[in-house]
């Protein structure tokens, strides 16, 4: 299983308040009960308030990731769990990168940090990325080593990539590579899906070549033994 | 406060230059100081459409190379008090505008102006990119048009990332979407795009949209912003446009679009 990290660089809590607020009026219901792990790169807050914060915003905090000693001690108290990151302790998909993969080709273009005020990105550490502004025609957006969710729409022309899964909760009209080091296990899900191509792991179908019952529909894209299975989701 | 507002489309010929010009036209006519710049260096004619281009002596190049102070450069227009026009050279290539003289401009304008409406050139390029890099707001341009929907798709990529507003990370630039030279007819036969295809491709909010009208060309032809043929259609939809950017509520009109959807007739089913 996945967890979204949720990277706090804030410690009031009034501010960390109005953040999560700026956050849901962009993409209310976004978040309806995603379990989160928070980082604590800018420091301890109160994780008991930080806590409630996101609770009544329909996130619910699971634990700290990789937390210091007082962190540790305030996350006991707070009732949250304890975690390190992947890097740590998890199967990296680096170990099985082949070298011809869409990844290898792509990002040296203009790769876009697409990384807007008040976006939850998780950066560099954490496997899981945020996007929460529309991903425009032109524009190209990877995150490697991890997940990638976007809470809007994926342009014609634009194209997102991920060395795990893709989330897109709009419409999905450009190009999504999953699996884009190699991992056949990843998968594409996306609310409206009307792409220019899909592809996990390197095994790609374009628009022309998909059948026309799930264009516009709710589905999930996934590897069966070589196979892009595009299946709707109801 | 003044607000910098850019007229940009990515796509050429869809209607910036009409648009800057009557918007700045009708910003003038409610009473607000109002200039418009055409960026567009090389091509220059805003200053044809306002009806201006027989009293140029210096323009924005001029200006920003230090040949000329803006207040011999500024053309007063004749019909509307409190509209001004900064031309663009046509004898110039687009390199002659540079960052820290378009700024030392934007910032003497903003000392006496209320609006300062920046006509775009078409293309993501440095002059657009110009145009748009200090912006406040943007009119992004859009035919009903597969192609000029995806251009403005990527302009507003850009708006959102490469302008002086997304690189310091304040509030980003508010984003108005213009529908120019719709058609409702032709939306109903299925030619052209409807104003909710289009709507749901670019996703922000729509200020106005300019039905497909000959008055335009007859207005610019006689150097008049169409915005001043009151009765007219298109020229009424700019005024809308206007009352709507200053916050009034004004229904839309010339709009009878059908549901059609987009990516079905991409498929062509
Ligand atoms: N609503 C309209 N109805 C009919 N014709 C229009 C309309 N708007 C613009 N036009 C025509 O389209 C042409 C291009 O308009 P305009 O010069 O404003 O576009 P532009 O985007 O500034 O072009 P460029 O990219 O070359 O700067 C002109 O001939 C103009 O008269
Ligand atoms: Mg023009």
Redesign the pocket.
Same mark, same amino acid.
């Given at each position: 299983m996945t967890l979204t990290v949720l990277e706090i660089r804030e410690t009031d809590c009034d501010s960390i308040a109005r953040l999560v607020d700026e956050q849901l009026a962009r993409a209310p219901g976004f978040f309806s009960r995603m379990p989160v792990l928070l980082s604590l790169p800018a420091g301890l807050p109160d994780l008991k308030r930080v806590t409630e914060i996101l609770k009544a915003a329909d996130l619910s905090v699971v634990g700290v990731l990789d937390a210091g000693k007082a962190a540790a001690e305030a996350a006991r108290e707070a009732g949250l769990g304890l975690m390190s990151s992947p890097g740590r302790n998890a199967k990296m998909p680096e170990d099985k990168t082949p070298e011809d993969k869409p990844a290898e080709k792509k990002p040296e273009r203009n790769e876009q940090p697409a990384r807007a005020a008040g976006d939850t990105d998780s950066s560099a550490k954490s496997p899981t990325r945020l996007v929460t502004k529309p991903v425009r025609s032109g524009q190209q957006i990877y995150a490697r080593g991890g997940d990638l969710v976007i809470a809007t729409s994926v342009s014609e022309g634009a194209e997102v990539l991920a060395d795990g899964h893709i989330h897109v909760y709009g419409a999905l009209r450009g190009r999504a590579l999953a699996g884009a080091s190699g991992d056949t296990e990843a998968r594409i899900f996306c609310r409206r899906f009307e792409p220019d191509l899909v592809a996990i792991a390197g095994c790609y179908k374009v628009a022309e070549a998909m059948d026309e019952g799930v264009l516009s529909k709710t589905v999930q894209v996934r590897l069966d033994n070589d196979n892009l299975m595009i299946e709707l989701q109801e | 406060m003044t607000k910098i507002i850019v007229v940009t489309?990515g796509? =050429? =010929?869809?209607?910036?230059?009409?648009?800057?010009?009557s918007f700045a036209a009708g910003l003038a006519m409610r009473g607000h100081k109002t200039v418009v710049i055409d960026f567009?260096v090389g $091509?220059r004619?805003l200053d044809l459409?306002m009806g201006c281009e027989r009293r140029v002596v210096f323009d924005f190049v001029n200006v920003i190379n230090g040949e000329a102070n803006l207040k011999q450069a500024l053309i007063r227009d004749k019909r509307i008090e409190n509209l001004y026009i900064l031309a663009a050279s046509q004898t110039r290539d687009k390199d002659a505008l540079n960052r820290e003289g378009v700024e030392r401009t934007l910032d003497k304008l903003s000392e006496d102006f209320d609006y300062i409406i920046c006509?775009? @050139?078409?293309g993501i390029e440095t002059g657009a990119l110009m145009a748009m890099y200090y912006a406040d707001e943007a009119l992004v &341009?859009t035919n009903p048009e597969v192609s000029s929907v995806r251009d403005s798709d990527r302009v507003l990529g850009m708006l959102s990332s490469k302008t002086k507003r997304a690189i310091e990370g304040v509030t980003p630039i508010k984003e108005h979407l213009v529908v120019?030279?719709?058609a409702p007819s032709r939306v109903g036969k299925g030619e052209m795009l409807s104003l909710e295809d289009v709507g749901d491709i670019l996703a922000i909010p729509l200020l106005g949209v &300019? @039905?497909?009208?000959?008055?335009? $060309?007859n207005a610019?032809n006689s150097g008049m912003p &169409?915005v001043l043929e009151n009765n007219a259609d298109?020229g009424g939809a700019y005024i809308d446009m206007v009352a709507r950017f200053l916050g009034e509520d004004r229904p839309m009109r010339f709009i009878e679009a059908t549901k059609k959807g987009f990516f079905n007739r991409l498929m062509g089913r």
């Amino acid at each position: 299983m996945t967890l979204t990290v949720l990277e706090i660089r804030e410690t009031d809590c009034d501010s960390i308040a109005r953040l999560v607020d700026e956050q849901l009026a962009r993409a209310p219901g976004f978040f309806s009960r995603m379990p989160v792990l928070l980082s604590l790169p800018a420091g301890l807050p109160d994780l008991k308030r930080v806590t409630e914060i996101l609770k009544a915003a329909d996130l619910s905090v699971v634990g700290v990731l990789d937390a210091g000693k007082a962190a540790a001690e305030a996350a006991r108290e707070a009732g949250l769990g304890l975690m390190s990151s992947p890097g740590r302790n998890a199967k990296m998909p680096e170990d099985k990168t082949p070298e011809d993969k869409p990844a290898e080709k792509k990002p040296e273009r203009n790769e876009q940090p697409a990384r807007a005020a008040g976006d939850t990105d998780s950066s560099a550490k954490s496997p899981t990325r945020l996007v929460t502004k529309p991903v425009r025609s032109g524009q190209q957006i990877y995150a490697r080593g991890g997940d990638l969710v976007i809470a809007t729409s994926v342009s014609e022309g634009a194209e997102v990539l991920a060395d795990g899964h893709i989330h897109v909760y709009g419409a999905l009209r450009g190009r999504a590579l999953a699996g884009a080091s190699g991992d056949t296990e990843a998968r594409i899900f996306c609310r409206r899906f009307e792409p220019d191509l899909v592809a996990i792991a390197g095994c790609y179908k374009v628009a022309e070549a998909m059948d026309e019952g799930v264009l516009s529909k709710t589905v999930q894209v996934r590897l069966d033994n070589d196979n892009l299975m595009i299946e709707l989701q109801e | 406060m003044t607000k910098i507002i850019v007229v940009t489309s990515g796509k =050429g =010929g869809v209607g910036k230059t009409t648009t800057s010009a009557s918007f700045a036209a009708g910003l003038a006519m409610r009473g607000h100081k109002t200039v418009v710049i055409d960026f567009d260096v090389g $091509l220059r004619n805003l200053d044809l459409i306002m009806g201006c281009e027989r009293r140029v002596v210096f323009d924005f190049v001029n200006v920003i190379n230090g040949e000329a102070n803006l207040k011999q450069a500024l053309i007063r227009d004749k019909r509307i008090e409190n509209l001004y026009i900064l031309a663009a050279s046509q004898t110039r290539d687009k390199d002659a505008l540079n960052r820290e003289g378009v700024e030392r401009t934007l910032d003497k304008l903003s000392e006496d102006f209320d609006y300062i409406i920046c006509d775009s @050139p078409a293309g993501i390029e440095t002059g657009a990119l110009m145009a748009m890099y200090y912006a406040d707001e943007a009119l992004v &341009v859009t035919n009903p048009e597969v192609s000029s929907v995806r251009d403005s798709d990527r302009v507003l990529g850009m708006l959102s990332s490469k302008t002086k507003r997304a690189i310091e990370g304040v509030t980003p630039i508010k984003e108005h979407l213009v529908v120019t030279r719709y058609a409702p007819s032709r939306v109903g036969k299925g030619e052209m795009l409807s104003l909710e295809d289009v709507g749901d491709i670019l996703a922000i909010p729509l200020l106005g949209v &300019v @039905p497909e009208s000959e008055t335009v $060309l007859n207005a610019s032809n006689s150097g008049m912003p &169409v915005v001043l043929e009151n009765n007219a259609d298109a020229g009424g939809a700019y005024i809308d446009m206007v009352a709507r950017f200053l916050g009034e509520d004004r229904p839309m009109r010339f709009i009878e679009a059908t549901k059609k959807g987009f990516f079905n007739r991409l498929m062509g089913r």
